[in-house]
């Protein structure tokens, strides 16, 4: 669907659940402090909502993520039911604690991408960050990754104080695994929401931590990606600049949530209901304003953050 200011909102994310088995210090404010619903749709209404989407609203890419998106166990169905709907592009956002041993079952299942959150090579950071987890499980699982011949990305949040000095090291893991690591600039989302941080890092920063190692230049990215790409001797690497330089312009981003509510920009204050549509005889009719309601809430310049967290959106 193209909307009023061009942008094509092809690009779905959907989240299985809020649930977790780690508790980031940015995405909830204590240990298990995940949002907590208890009206869930099952595997099958999910993959119902993606035919809709799919089929009466332009819907092209699925992105699946939660919560932990591995800890949903129909998480191989959903997978190869999205790609029997002929949908070719299937990512998925995981902390890879569970990854090595899913991941051949998942690629088997139709995946294609994978993106692996990863805040510290430092074991003690790691944990004081995840608030539990192990740092050797998330790179097990990342490697594994790489192996399958999945394409894979490294997402790390940066985090003054915390990780911020670390960032070469991160870039020349995820350089030696060929893979891109895409460095994140902490979003007022849920717990953070209109909360003043002393732990944001501007791009500027980011960029001048790299520049003590690397030499870097910017290079293009896709017209709607979300990340600012540079390349560096060896590789490329991205930063999600939310604060700096938001993306919002060009989002073609839309997300269902595990309870079956649309969500066009991550400043949306509430869901819309979406479910309903699985008893419509032509659903199209409805979607349609649906869809127009969702994408209205889509900001053109740069976006607040929500009180609703990344647990419950997915990202
Ligand atoms: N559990 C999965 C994971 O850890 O990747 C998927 C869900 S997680 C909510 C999706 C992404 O959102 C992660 O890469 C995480 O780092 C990011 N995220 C969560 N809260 C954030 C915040 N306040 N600012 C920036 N990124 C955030």
Known sequence: MIDGHGRNI??????????????????????????RSHDHLTVEEMIDLVRILKRHGGIEKVRITGGEPLLFPGIEQLIR????LGIENIGLTTNAQQLKKRVDDLKNSGLQKINVSLDSLK????????????LERTCEGIEAAVKTGL???????????????????????ALFL??????????????????????????????????KCYSYHPIPAETDSTAIRFRVPGGTFGIIANESNPFCATCSR?????????????????GIPIKHLLKAPQPEFELKSLLSQAIGYKRTVAFKGSQIGMSAIGG
Do not use: W
């Not at 092809?10 to 298990?32: A, H, P, T």
């Not at 039911?81 to 029997?84: F, L, P, T, V």
């Not at 074991?123 to 192990?134: E, N, S, T």
């Open 81 to 84: 039911e999205i790609a029997r």
């Open 178 to 211: 060929k893979s891109e690591v895409r460095f994140l600039e902490l979003m007022k989302m849920g717990p953070l929401y209109e909360k003043e941080t002393a732990l944001f890092v501007p791009m500027k920063t980011i960029l001048a931590k790299i520049g």
């Open 123 to 134: 074991p003690a950071v790691f944990r004081r960050l995840a608030r539990g987890g192990r």
């Open 254 to 270: 839309l997300r269902l949530t595990s309870t079956g509510k649309l969500i066009g920009c991550l400043s949306q204050p509430v």
């Open 10 to 35: 092809n690009k779905l994310r959907l989240s299985v659940g809020e649930s977790c088995n780690l508790s980031c210090v940015y995405c909830v404010d204590k240990i298990g402090g995940h949002q």
């Open 151 to 173: 394409q894979v990305k490294i997402n790390t949040v940066v985090l003054k104080g915390e990780n911020e000095e670390e960032l070469n090291d991160i870039l020349a893991y």
